[in-house]
């Protein structure tokens, strides 16, 4: 699905406290100068072992979970360094959502300005929601952001977004789009800002221009 209110898919478990950004997306897959490739390096050294052959015991690799779109993951998610490569790599691999009980403050940020959505909920509703993953035959999950609520086979809960993530996933838009809603304001401030203050307009460009021009005799 691609509608921006409703998440439906399959989910997968991973029973992993403490997950950090280097195990999502290990450092070697940091030296591309854009976005490219992140998805082979998703979870990489937990999918493939020293050989560079797919673990078989690990969820992702195995075939009732080829197209999971939800993670079911331990606390603390997303703890470590502040990269966010760990949230585009999640994006580029199909997943759209994480459910977990606690994420590390950066990561959140990174991962609701990118429009990976985050879900909280009590550790026992994970602890459900993880069972339910486990048994393929019943493993859907649906999302609805519009109602904030979650659904699974054993579970019906509600979950909290910040209004300014909600109305991000509602209208579809990013960090920059949501920032581009307020361009008249912005537009409207700095002109009234310049006009109190003219000589603070350009100020920086104004510096380098006279550092450059040279001196008279």
Request: hydrophobic share 40%; aromatic share 6%; with cysteine.
């Amino acid at each position: 699905m691609t509608d921006p209110v409703r998440i439906e898919g399959r989910a997968a478990a991973l029973r992993i406290e403490n997950l950090d950004t280097d195990q999502i997306m290990p450092k070697q897959f940091l030296r591309g100068i854009d976005k490219g490739g992140l998805k082979d390096g998703l979870l990489h050294d937990l999918r493939f072992d020293a050989q560079g052959r797919p673990r078989s015991d690990f969820v992702l690799n195995r075939g009732a979970y080829a197209d999971a779109s939800i993670l079911i993951a331990g606390s603390n998610f997303g703890c470590g360094s502040s990269r966010e490569h760990a949230v585009w790599g999640l994006q580029q691999f199909g997943i759209r959502a994480v459910v977990a009980s606690s994420y590390a403050e950066i990561f959140h940020s990174n991962a609701m300005n990118n429009r990976l959505l985050l879900v909280t909920l009590p550790p026992a509703s994970i602890a459900t929601l993880m069972d339910d993953a486990d048994d393929p035959s019943g493993n859907r999950v649906h999302i609805d952001v519009t109602a904030q609520t979650l659904r699974s086979r054993s579970l019906q809960a509600g979950f909290e977004l910040m209004p300014r993530h909600r109305q991000m996933f509602l209208e579809g838009l990013d960090s920059i789009g949501m920032s581009l809603t307020y361009r008249d304001r912005i537009a409207s401030f700095a002109q009234h800002h310049w006009a109190r203050q003219p000589w603070l307009r350009d100020v920086a460009a104004s510096t380098m221009r006279h550092l450059h021009t040279p001196a008279k005799n």
